[in-house]
């Protein structure tokens, strides 16, 4: 329904500017005629102004559709002097068309101040008008992105509800786990127990909130990644590697935004019977915070597609999160070669 209105408006805008500039460009011959006292009046429209202003609202209607659908991804990603520059060379092009094609059509010695004005104000009315129309177009975006975000909140909400029956009792649990453990000299099962039960703190408690320290996240990586050194011996040919700046411990991120990745790596890149890795870092590169994963793909394990849902949180439903969660502030490239499996994502802050 949207898209049927705004085509409609687009119409009718495109007709009743149509309709002025063919008055102003497209001039007529009245004749008058009396016989007999009866008057009559004949008008003439020259062709070739019906023709030129024909090409000349196309150009400007080019131009137009350019800044908003193409030019607008300069704004997208907040790099404005780009924008400016681009908007500036194709208002200069179309002028230039537009001043070609009367040339070729009057003789460029027709062409006149007083056209050259007239042709300044409307190069200037469409170009301003796209620009309101792309920030109407980016006000929409934003508004569905708010509501959907709304939506999907709503949702894991539920889910975690459900999935809360009772935290107490598996703290309780735990905790009982870890005395059993510690009474039977069982080193590595009590070892396990502190860095579960962090994992199992922040994903009930911290998961709920929309902005959390990265330190939290930091430190759930690292839980994580001591959980998953338990199921290796220390002669195992596997090397794993994590790296953080301490600068952007007091930054702030939305809970669990990287742990999938680190899950993955886990899951599908690190073996006990060929050489294996998983290096991971979390840094701050030109303001911006860069998250890298990068992990071998071992030839023991069956190769699964990331974007299954059986691999963690599927790469659609991480894609979906961000463009959420961070709408043109993030940028995810994942390299996969043979041997490798590489993620990168950048959040801008």
Known sequence: M????????????????????????????????????????EIHYDS??????????????????????????FIDQKAFGKYLFFLVIAVLTGFLLDYLKSGFIYGFEFYVLETFLINVWLYIFFAGTSFVHLMILRWQKEED????????????????????????????????????????????????????????????????????????????????????KLRFDSNDPIDIKYTVDSTILDKTITPAVFIPFVENAFKH????????????????????????????IVSTIKKDDF?????????????RRLAILYPNKHSLAITETQNMYDVILKLYL
Not at 168 to 194: D, G, R
Not at 307 to 319: A, P, Y
Request: hydrophobic share 40%; proline share 3%; net charge negative.
């Open 48 to 73: 070739l102004a019906i023709y030129g202003t024909s090409i000349g609202l196309l150009i400007k209607k080019i131009l137009y559709y350019v800044n908003v659908y193409f030019l607008s991804k």
């Open 307 to 319: 974007s299954k849902e059986d691999s963690g949180v599927g790469l659609q439903n991480v894609k």
């Open 269 to 296: 890149g690190v073996s006990i019977y060929e050489p294996s890795y998983v290096h991971i870092s979390i840094a701050i590169k030109d303001g911006e915070l860069v998250f890298e994963c990068r992990n071998s």
């Open 145 to 228: 992105l708010k509501q959907q975000l709304k939506e999907d909140q709503l949702a894991a909400e539920l889910k975690l509800l459900k999935s809360q029956i009772n935290p107490h009792f598996l703290f309780n649990a735990l905790n009982n786990m870890l005395s059993i453990a510690e009474k039977h000299q069982q080193t590595e099962v009590s070892s396990s127990n502190p860095q579960l039960s962090d994992m199992l703190r922040f994903l009930l408690y911290s998961t709920g909130d929309d902005r959390i320290p990265v330190e939290k996240e930091v430190h759930l990586i690292e839980n994580y990644i001591e959980l998953n």
């Open 2 to 41: 949207k898209k049927i209105i705004s085509i409609g408006l687009n119409v009718v805008f495109w007709a009743i500017c149509s309709c002025v500039i063919f008055m102003i460009f497209s001039p007529v011959n009245r004749e008058v005629e009396i016989i007999d006292g009866v008057e009559t009046v």
